[in-house]
């Protein structure tokens, strides 16, 4: 696989830390935190990465995407993660947008995809019911009645849910929670009857929401392709997902680590940097070069997708647990290099942590994925 990026990708990764650089700085992201900004985003920033084409980057070009691909939408997430920048991409693109593609039959591509593509519409994955992430445990059950359908059940952490105009949500159709088969993808209009909607903090300050389903009734044309294999749609979906995140995980922590950098170069103790003191600079070679292996993993994961390769499932866990990782470890470092002032809310560094702590966990964290490589190489 080629990891360089062609000349379309690199003039968007340009353009994208350039825009992101000088539209959505750090202090924006306070700014919307301190206001409690009901979308945690926005909205002008929003229609200027409309304007751009970004949602539409990665869909092929009969669907009338733009075919950049994902090593170039992933370095997108790479400079959001150096800013902070709070886009609903993931959820409209990485996620429903790719279950519509894979999942959907044209009629419902046709309805959908238009609005994704074109930001005139949001959609949101609602998924997990539980504090941790687990694809399988879906006890959300949805039942035919008349022409259409029944559901009910809870979802948690639902991301970018908050402003949505529809959600997709796994339901169980047939089985008991665990198994694959049995599931169903079901297009749910986040205005009708019996669909609930409660914002849920958590210490990034970004949109996220739990759903109640009770008796919410949704037409049989809004149940993706039933021929379809949910579980194979879902994992593909996923692994994009996480290639992204481990994307923007690496802009994050890259941000870190060069700011504790040039903290170290400037902070003066017993009348030196203390960046001269060996034992700081050991600490800080180690971590470069786990930096240097994070982005590896996550360029090979993003090739994977663009190439289609069969070993994306183990590529897009391998980038996921170790960005996992990393957003713990070079936080923690960079905490405690810094001192004191790095846990003051003043500092910009605190605001990273809180990034690099949800993104640890979006998903599925290390562990998980640890697992979850296990698993797929018959460990």
Same mark, same amino acid.
């Given at each position: 696989?080629?990891?360089?990026?062609?000349?379309?990708?690199?003039?968007?990764?340009?353009?994208?830390?350039?825009?992101?650089?000088?539209?959505?700085?750090?202090?924006?992201?306070?700014?919307?935190?301190?206001?409690?900004?009901?979308?945690?985003?926005?909205?002008?920033?929003?229609?200027?990465?409309?304007?751009?084409?970004?949602?539409?980057?990665?869909?092929?070009?009969?669907?009338?995407?733009?075919?950049?691909?994902?090593?170039?939408?992933?370095?997108?997430?790479?400079?959001? +993660?150096? =800013? *902070? #920048?709070?886009?609903? !991409?993931?959820? %409209?693109?990485?996620?429903?947008?790719?279950? $519509?593609?894979? &999942?959907?039959?044209?009629?419902?591509?046709?309805?959908?995809?238009?609005?994704?593509?074109?930001?005139?519409?949001?959609?949101?994955?609602?998924?997990?019911?539980?504090?941790?992430?687990?694809?399988?445990?879906?006890?959300?059950?949805?039942?035919?009645?008349?022409?259409?359908?029944?559901?009910?059940?809870?979802?948690?952490?639902?991301?970018?849910?908050?402003?949505?105009?529809?959600?997709?949500?796994?339901?169980?159709?047939?089985?008991?929670?665990?198994?694959?088969?049995?599931?169903?993808?079901?297009?749910?209009?986040?205005?009708?009857? +019996?669909? =609930? *909607? #409660?914002?849920?903090? !958590?210490?990034? %300050?970004?949109?996220?929401?739990?759903?109640? $389903?009770?008796? &919410?009734?949704?037409?049989?044309?809004?149940?993706?392709?039933?021929?379809?294999?949910?579980?194979?749609?879902?994992?593909?979906?996923?692994?994009?997902?996480?290639?992204?995140?481990?994307?923007?995980?690496?802009?994050?922590?890259?941000?870190?680590?060069?700011?504790?950098?040039?903290?170290?170069?400037?902070?003066?103790?017993?009348?030196?940097?203390?960046?001269?003191?060996?034992?700081?600079?050991?600490?800080?070679?180690?971590?470069?070069?786990?930096?240097?292996?994070?982005?590896?993993?996550?360029?090979?994961?993003?090739?994977?997708?663009?190439?289609?390769?069969?070993?994306?499932?183990? !590529?897009?866990?391998?980038?996921?647990?170790?960005?996992?990782? $990393?957003?713990?470890?070079?936080?923690?470092?960079?905490?405690?290099?810094?001192?004191?002032?790095?846990?003051?809310?003043?500092?910009?560094?605190?605001?990273?942590?809180?990034?690099?702590?949800?993104?640890?966990?979006?998903?599925?964290?290390?562990?998980?994925?640890?697992?979850?490589?296990?698993?797929?190489?018959?460990?």
């Amino acid at each position: 696989m080629n990891f360089l990026l062609n000349d379309e990708q690199r003039q968007l990764a340009d353009s994208a830390r350039e825009f992101l650089a000088a539209q959505s700085p750090v202090s924006l992201q306070r700014r919307l935190r301190d206001t409690r900004a009901p979308l945690a985003y926005d909205t002008a920033l929003w229609q200027q990465v409309i304007d751009l084409g970004w949602p539409a980057a990665v869909f092929p070009e009969d669907e009338a995407g733009l075919a950049v691909g994902y090593m170039g939408l992933g370095a997108v997430f790479e400079a959001m +993660g150096r =800013t *902070l #920048a709070a886009l609903p !991409l993931l959820s %409209s693109v990485a996620l429903c947008g790719e279950l $519509l593609l894979a &999942a959907g039959d044209a009629a419902q591509r046709a309805r959908w995809l238009p609005g994704l593509m074109t930001g005139e519409a949001r959609m949101a994955l609602a998924l997990d019911e539980r504090g941790r992430h687990d694809p399988t445990r879906i006890t959300t059950r949805a039942r035919h009645q008349d022409a259409g359908w029944v559901l009910d059940g809870e979802k948690w952490f639902v991301m970018d849910g908050i402003g949505a105009q529809a959600l997709m949500v796994v339901a169980r159709v047939l089985g008991a929670a665990g198994e694959d088969e049995g599931l169903g993808l079901f297009v749910v209009e986040t205005d009708q009857p +019996g669909v =609930t *909607l #409660a914002p849920t903090c !958590l210490a990034d %300050s970004r949109n996220y929401a739990r759903l109640t $389903l009770t008796g &919410a009734q949704v037409a049989g044309d809004h149940r993706l392709n039933e021929a379809s294999d949910v579980k194979q749609a879902l994992d593909a979906a996923l692994d994009r997902a996480c290639a992204c995140l481990a994307a923007e995980a690496l802009g994050v922590v890259r941000e870190v680590f060069e700011r504790t950098v040039s903290y170290l170069k400037e902070r003066v103790q017993f009348d030196v940097v203390i960046g001269s003191f060996q034992a700081l600079q050991h600490r800080v070679a180690r971590l470069y070069v786990e930096l240097e292996m994070l982005e590896s993993c996550v360029r090979a994961a993003l090739a994977a997708i663009d190439a289609a390769d069969p070993e994306l499932p183990l !590529l897009a866990s391998l980038a996921k647990a170790r960005a996992a990782d $990393l957003c713990e470890k070079i936080a923690n470092e960079a905490i405690q290099l810094h001192g004191g002032i790095g846990v003051t809310d003043e500092f910009d560094l605190g605001l990273f942590v809180k990034r690099a702590r949800v993104l640890q966990q979006s998903l599925g964290d290390g562990l998980y994925h640890r697992n979850r490589y296990a698993q797929l190489k018959r460990f």
